[in-house]
């Protein structure tokens, strides 16, 4: 897992999720824009991050409240909810 790099700045938030209001965009293949990078921030359970960018080695890996996601800029990519969960996305620039 990539990290945001330092001088990436915090500029907006996602709603807290769950596995009931996550949006079905973020479960299927998409990208955040040029210079854009994410974090999935775990506040309950569990989510699979699945890097679905051909130009990428797969990866797929479970996030939980130690292990949060980050979300590279322009790079496919996909969530699936594994069962109850509470997430956030704070998305760098």
Request: charged letters at 20%; proline letters at 9%.
């Amino acid at each position: 897992m990539k990290t945001i790099p330092d001088t990436a700045v915090h500029y907006k938030s996602s709603p807290v999720f769950t596995e009931h209001t996550v949006p079905a965009a973020l479960q299927r293949s998409h990208t955040t824009a040029a210079g854009v990078w994410g974090r999935i921030t775990i506040l309950e359970g569990s989510l699979l991050y699945r890097i679905t960018d051909l130009s990428q080695p797969a990866e797929e890996v479970l996030l939980t409240p130690d292990h949060p996601g980050v979300v590279e800029p322009r790079i496919e990519h996909e969530v699936q909810v594994v069962g109850p969960v509470r997430f956030q996305v704070d998305f760098h620039r």
